[in-house]
């Protein structure tokens, strides 16, 4: 009887694994076609509000700074691989 008890139990555990991992796969997919596409377009609009405010505050720093009667500073040299120098 005892055996009969655990291979009962085991059944349902196995079972309970199978719904479990049945639900992990639709979570997966749920994420991949659902989540994953938003957060990329939300993702590259959020860097183009970024880089559009970046512009401006270096827009501003420019005006302070030839208010006060300064050079701009010298646009960054590109190396041999393409990276920007530090001046």
Known sequence: MANDESRGWEQQVRDA?????EELRRVVTYINDEV???VRHNGSQALRFAAAELQKLAQHMDDRR???GQAPPAPPVEGKDGDKAKP
């Open 17 to 21: 694994a199978a719904r479990a991992e």
């Open 36 to 38: 994953v596409p938003e």
């Open 66 to 68: 030839a208010a006060a």
